[in-house]
């Protein structure tokens, strides 16, 4: 049975941190790239932060240069760094764990249950 465990989220003031983690199991962590999103009230899911297998990144525009994904194989563990937090980062984060199809296998995506995370003052 698969499992994406997040933690990590709760109410920060403007300019504040969190670091949020995704604990999976069930998969074979090293070979699932890693993925952040989000959701806020009203909008669509959108990509926050993506980690390949082989450790490639890409950010969306508006969290680049303050938010930072990272991944540690050996706990089967995510992160998502946040820093310098605003209001509009507001939303439910949720971690993916996606597989790529190849000749032998099919594409597989796992979702988490979500974390709040609230940016007030």
């Known amino acids: 049975q698969v499992q994406l465990v997040e933690s990590g989220g709760g109410l920060v003031q403007p300019g504040g941190s969190l670091r949020l983690s995704c604990a999976a199991s069930?998969?074979?962590?090293?070979?699932?790239?890693m993925g952040w999103y989000r959701q806020a009230p009203g909008k669509q899911r959108e990509l926050v932060a993506r980690i390949t297998s082989g450790g490639n990144t890409n950010y969306a525009d508006s969290v680049k240069g303050r938010f930072t994904i990272s991944r540690d194989n050996a706990k089967n563990t995510a992160y998502l760094q946040m820093n310098s937090l605003k209001p509009e980062d507001t939303a439910v984060y949720y971690c993916n764990a996606h597989r790529p199809s190849t000749t032998f296998i099919s594409q597989a995506d796992y979702w988490g249950q979500g974390t709040q995370v609230t940016v007030s003052s």
């Open positions: 069930g998969i074979i962590f090293r070979i699932y790239d």
